[in-house]
């Protein structure tokens, strides 16, 4: 990148009375940083500069190019089970320029899109599981709280024990956890930036996350040499700065014959 050139007088901060093409033309000379931590890699960070420079006008800048609010989410199942785990936070929110995406409405753009992308693959869909649902958000709260990203947590608590200290009509047991932001600029798989506006686009995003890291994509797509899943549960949780956490846990409910 070309280093800005010498400051001259008219690229003063202008005073009272100052022109408002020096205005924009000071305002535009600030850093945009677009920071990126890959949500399924513990991290990794990219921090990436941007200057706008020599702005004639106000019809020059291209601020935003925002999405439509979300459709309305297809409901992925029981929200309310009989049995849940204790530290379940429950839904949590956050404003954006767009919408209020509600981390219930993420859940369920991420298990409709899980299930689309099993389809593709000719594999059955998950059914929604409340409780397993409930056992997921209450690590993404965790998460957030302790300031960990793993699947372990500091207890030495694994995605299974977490389970069975709930219930234990699981015979088999998995979860994938990613960690990404809402409004603020963060990557795509494909490195290009993007910003989470919505719940639509946020749900979208983060199977893309899944998706695109091979462990993550075993798991959804059962490739993983253990048993085929027959149900799943989503648990989000978006804290006061706009950081999202998110769990998807796997279930191979006793009794289900799925060929292992």
Do not use: K
Not at 203 to 208: A, I, K, N, R, W
Request: aromatic share 8%; net charge negative.
């Amino acid at each position: 990148m070309d280093r800005d050139p010498p400051r001259t007088p008219d690229d003063r901060v202008p005073g009272p009375g100052q022109s408002p093409r020096a205005l924009l033309r000071s305002l535009a000379r600030l850093l945009v940083f677009a920071v990126l931590v890959a949500g399924l890699v513990l991290g990794a960070v990219t921090v990436a500069p941007t200057v706008f420079d020599d702005l004639e006008s106000l019809e020059d800048v291209d601020i935003v190019d925002r999405p439509d609010p979300s459709s309305d989410p297809p409901p992925a199942g029981e929200r309310d089970p009989s049995v849940t785990d204790p530290a379940d936070p429950g839904v949590s929110r956050y404003e954006t320029g767009v919408e209020t995406v509600s981390s219930d409405d993420v859940e369920d753009f991420v298990h409709a899109e899980v299930n689309q992308r099993r389809d593709e693959h000719g594999l059955a869909p998950l059914e929604w599981d409340g409780t397993v649902a409930s056992v997921a958000r209450a690590h993404s709260y965790d998460m957030a709280e302790r300031d960990y990203f793993a699947h372990t947590n500091p207890d030495g608590e694994g995605p299974f024990d977490r389970f069975r200290d709930v219930d234990d009509y699981c015979r088999g047991y998995g979860e994938n956890i990613a960690l990404t932001w809402v409004d603020r600029p963060v990557d795509r798989p494909d490195g290009e930036p993007t910003t989470f506006y919505t719940a639509e686009g946020l749900g979208e995003g983060l199977v893309d996350q899944w998706m695109n890291s091979t462990e993550h994509r075993e798991a959804i797509l059962e490739e993983h040499g253990g048993p085929a899943w027959d149900r799943g549960g989503v648990g989000v949780y978006i804290a006061d700065d706009g950081s999202v956490y998110a769990s998807h846990n796997f279930c191979t409910e006793w009794g289900v014959d799925t060929g292992w």
